[in-house]
């Protein structure tokens, strides 16, 4: 049988959650058992499922439980490499935080996708490690906050012709609205999991207004500090955005440093995992949009957001033919982890900071 033959597969699909997981392998349209020959190394402690969709041959890895950033983005990268030979590109497809400006209308559940805008290739990876080097640039009174400076470490390379080549396609049909929406139908396929569906709510806070609990929720958070927002014209629920996302090993909770990126870079996602990829594979990040990269995230979202970013992903696929893909050469052997990608350690935050996410490190805001 053809699908038990590993030389078919030509694309990698890479995802770091459970839900991210799950609704990848919903996906696909059809599932396979693991290739004969296959030959996973005993460190390699990955997940991975095989199927296919649109008649390319998808694997799609998963970084085990509790592991995300992006040295391990990067470390599952190359363990699939090794793995099978001939993958031509990844799909890095997942979860991320969006950056709502008065230009681009960035909302929850929203799918922005990596794209070459001015000098910069889809993806920027800034150096968190050097986030609070400028020691007494935060001050008690949270007077200095907005001296604080990112340090932008690095260019990663552009996604893959191939990909790039058919995004006005998917744009334009997606905007005619005469046009079947084919994301809702993909969004269709888990249906029957409750969990995955679309919270009721979407709101966006002022940029420097905090979040007012230690808990999750926003039942403490004043009404009258909520951005004000048109509902969304058309009949399509989930928009897609194309253009800069920014990347590091720290999670971006502060709306004060989303909005200068978003201002000097132009960048619309924050991420944790893309930076591992970029320059050692032909590679497109997918992120749908489950937080606004504030203080107020919680995880509502997080599901429906894995899933929009999913049902892009597959409406890509269904977009670029199979032959175009095999012309590409494959990136086994041409797989190395850099030093950059590895980068500083985090440095504790200062005191006069408050931090609401758990589970990871995370860029703060200053209470003023
Ligand atoms: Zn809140």
Redesign the pocket.
Known sequence: MAESVIENYTVGWICALQEEYEAACRMLDDEFEPPDKLNIDIKDDNIYEYGMINGHYVVIGCLPSGRSGVVSAAIVAKDMARSFPNLRFALMVGIGGGAPTLERDVRLGDVVVSQPEGDLGGVVQFDLGKRFQIGGGIRGNGEGADEVLFKRTGQLNSPPAVLLGAMPRLLRLHRDTRKPDKLAEHIKLMDDMPSFRRPDWDVL?KTHYL???AGKT?QN?QKDQIVQRQPRPGNREVMIHYGTIASSNMLMENAVERDRYAKELGVICFEMEAAGLMNNLPCLVIRGICSYSD??KNDEWNNYAALTAAAYAKELLSTVRHAKVKEMPSWAGKFQISKQMVGAPPLPPPSNIQRFAEGGPSIYQVYT
């Open positions: 806070y979040h007012q609990s926003c958070c203080s107020h």
